[in-house]
């Protein structure tokens, strides 16, 4: 079974200070999908980013980045100079390939509330 | 402009009274899925079509339905809300089952509230 685990339920920050969001996965299977959605109070889940589990580079994009690495089955978010527009709830998820599907398992996810 | 699209974006529905939700989409994808999220909670997969091809999750109840009759349109049946029904629901799509080239794109979601 696949777990993913979000061990920060809530984070305050104040703007332009950096912040890590942890993503802590588990599976028993060699290939697999990570990914980060961002949901602000509208309620739709945003796509982030999507991670092969044989491609452990780094990527940044603006204002985020990513840190994946398999020896600590973990898929870290960083935000660098966080803003208020930035104040969500941030889901990790994991997709595995199953028989002819794969779905998402998702983490219980971290609210960032950003303040002025 | 939008691409997956719920309505209504909220409902009220009475306790036991039948209520349908609505999930649209403009990308021609042959996946749609319906999740449940409820308040501080990871969305949790209800069930999905791929094409007309119909799939239940184990543990989703017998309340819950479905229907697509067509690409572009998929549709949330619950037969008989009762209060733990009350929930944000998802619906998302993508282009093929299998995610290793591709992601799910969520709607904005359908709150319902039930009384």
């Known amino acids: 079974a696949q777990k993913v685990t979000q061990a920060q339920t809530e984070i305050s920050v104040v703007e332009k200070e950096d912040v890590t969001l942890d993503c802590v996965y588990e599976?028993?299977?060699?290939?697999?999908?990570l990914f980060w959605y961002k949901q602000p109070p509208s309620g739709e889940l945003v796509f982030l980013i999507r991670?092969?589990?044989?491609?452990?580079q780094n990527e940044i994009s603006g204002r985020y980045s990513w840190n994946f690495q398999k020896s600590t089955s973990s898929f870290n978010f960083t935000i660098t100079a966080s803003q208020v527009v930035d104040s969500a709830v941030y889901f990790c998820?994991?997709?595995?390939?199953?028989?002819?599907?794969?779905?998402?398992?998702f983490g219980k996810g971290t609210m960032l509330l950003v303040s002025p | 402009d939008a691409m997956v699209i719920q309505n209504p974006r909220y409902q009220v529905t009475q306790f036991g009274k039948p209520v349908t939700l609505s999930c649209s989409q403009t990308?021609?994808?042959?996946?749609m899925y319906w999740y449940q999220q409820k308040s501080s909670q990871a969305p949790k997969l209800l069930f999905h079509?791929?094409?007309?091809?119909?799939?239940n999750e184990a543990d989703t109840p017998d309340n819950f339905q479905s229907r697509r009759p067509n690409t572009s349109f998929c549709f949330l049946d619950i037969r008989s809300p009762g209060l733990g029904d009350a929930a944000m629901y998802l619906c998302?799509?993508?282009?093929?089952?299998?995610?290793?080239?591709?992601?799910?794109?969520f709607g904005p979601g359908t709150r319902l509230t039930v009384l």
């Open positions: 998820a994991l997709s595995v390939e199953g028989s002819g599907y794969s779905t998402l398992t």
């Open positions: 599976t028993r299977d060699t290939t697999y999908y």
């Open positions: 990308l021609n994808h042959n996946v």
């Open positions: 079509y791929y094409d007309k091809d119909f799939n």
């Open positions: 991670r092969n589990s044989f491609d452990e």
């Open positions: 998302a799509t993508s282009s093929q089952r299998d995610l290793q080239s591709d992601t799910q794109y």
